[in-house]
């Protein structure tokens, strides 16, 4: 057995006896348990510090096993999951009643995805259940893209399956489905377009309803690090020392501690991938005491990728 597969065997033995595990997903690290178990979702808030109010998304390894958690699977649902699944599309729907009110935070509603990675789908199949999983970070602090950035954060969880650093690196695009209109809950790797381009007529935008959608991907304030993080227009600002910057194009003109280069030529995709793993490297590096970091035109992906720039900045706005 390759030590890949008895690591998943280990990790579903610690899910089976109730136990939380942190994994590798398409996008981010995910913190899971048995979707089933209230008990053992409670851990989950727990390590992560996590208020009650805000419900996980629970993940599947089949398409069959939507209907073990879910209801009202229309023939929208089954377009969507043909084209985007297994993928970063998470898919609000009403909830059958054998999931655990703590998953939900009490919503009628559950969101339910299948990752595009190979590890978590075997780890979901070994342990014969859904796994409810958030991003397995510490509540409102930068979400993870290796198994070292779990490890800085949640020291005391049980295990953390090593799957490299994460591919996609901003998590998943959140959708409630009714009827056959289809809303926009949370931008995410799968774009606006990816999404009009499969359904036409069909989606709205739930821009600022946040009374009605309990998400706290629409909090202001979400995926910060440590250290003050600030949107910056290059040009026009004098660095303090020990300053470290992001940009998403190649630059060799900035007279600063550090410099990290998301993409040669910003290329969506990889500004997307290397956005957390950037900000975690300032984070981690003792000489760097501040972080700035380019904006990208808020198009396709951008709109995803300044979501969680804008919330990472949010706290520290006011202080520029
Ligand atoms: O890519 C991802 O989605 C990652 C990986 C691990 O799958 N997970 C993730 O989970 O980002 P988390 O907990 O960090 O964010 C999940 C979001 C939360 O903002 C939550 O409020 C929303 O999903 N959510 C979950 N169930 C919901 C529901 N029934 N109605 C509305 N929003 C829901
Ligand atoms: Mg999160």
Not at 46 to 56: C, G, I, N, Q
Not at 83 to 88: C, D, L, M, S
Not at 278 to 284: N, R, Y
Request: aromatic content about 6%.
């Amino acid at each position: 057995m390759s030590k890949g597969s008895s690591d998943i065997l280990k990790a579903s033995e610690i899910i089976k006896r109730g136990g939380v595990v942190a994994f590798p997903t398409e996008t981010v690290y995910g913190l899971g348990a048995n979707a089933l178990d209230p008990i053992a979702v409670a851990k989950i808030f727990a390590l992560k510090e996590r208020p009650s109010f805000d419900p996980l998304i629970v993940h599947i390894c089949s398409f069959d096993q939507i209907s073990l958690v879910a209801d009202e699977i229309s023939p929208l649902v089954k377009e969507l999951t043909d084209k985007f699944w297994p993928g970063p599309l998470t898919i609000v729907l009403p909830k059958k009643s054998i999931v655990p009110d703590i998953v939900t935070s009490g919503l009628p509603t559950v969101g339910v995805r299948m990752p595009d990675n190979s590890i978590a789908l075997e780890l979901i199949k070994e342990c014969g259940t859904p796994l409810a999983a958030p991003s397995a970070n510490k509540f409102g602090n930068l979400s993870p893209v290796k198994a070292s950035h779990v490890k800085k954060q949640l020291p005391d969880v049980d295990f953390v399956l090593d799957g490299g650093k994460t591919k996609g690196g901003i998590e998943s695009t959140i959708v409630s489905v009714k009827g056959n209109i289809c809303t926009l809950l949370r931008p995410g790797l799968i774009t606006l377009e990816d999404i009009e381009r499969v359904m036409p007529q069909k989606f709205i935008f739930a821009n600022d309803k946040p009374e009605e959608i309990i998400a706290p991907g629409l909090l202001k304030s979400h995926y910060s690090p440590t250290k003050p993080l600030y949107i910056t227009d290059l040009s026009k600002i004098v660095f303090p020392e020990n300053s470290g910057v992001i940009v998403h194009s190649k630059r060799e003109d900035l007279n600063v501690k550090k410099i990290i280069c998301t993409s040669a030529d910003c290329t969506l995709t990889e500004v997307a991938a290397n956005l957390f793993s950037a900000m975690h490297t300032m984070e981690e590096d003792d000489d760097i005491s501040q972080i700035y970091i380019e904006s990208v035109a808020e198009k396709g992906l951008g709109i995803a990728i300044m979501d969680r720039v804008k919330k990472a900045a949010y706290r520290y706005t006011k202080s520029l």
